[in-house]
């Protein structure tokens, strides 16, 4: 996708692989997630908006926080002006990779024995 300064919120939806409705739910969950409105009322998100985008859907999926863990840990951050760093380690699908890779290496040893 070209870099531009503002995308709409099925351009995030694509890029980042999480549904439409999933976003809007996210701007009630979390005060920090607010893209601006154009004049027509469409969401505008910007590169910051993206990484914390990022940011929630690791910490909810991956690092398996709740929905409250996630506010906190937010505000925690914000409180110590902490920067959202965009390398979140893996993503789901190479953690499935691998889980799946590991699962087949075991169904193998114990088809060996």
Do not use: C
């Amino acid at each position: 996708m070209k870099k531009k300064y503002y995308y709409t919120i099925g351009e995030v939806s694509n890029l980042l692989n999480i549904k439409a409705h999933v976003l809007r739910y996210w701007e009630k969950e979390f005060p920090s997630l607010s893209p601006r409105k154009n004049i027509r009322r469409n969401r505008q998100y910007t590169e910051e908006d993206i990484a914390l985008i990022r940011r929630i859907d690791h910490m909810l999926h991956v690092q398996r926080f709740t929905i409250e863990g996630v506010r906190k840990k937010l505000k925690e951050m914000r409180k110590n002006k902490e920067q959202i760093q965009l390398d979140f380690g893996p993503s789901r699908e190479e953690v499935k990779a691998t889980l799946v890779n590991e699962l087949k290496e075991l169904k193998e040893m114990l088809a060996t024995h």
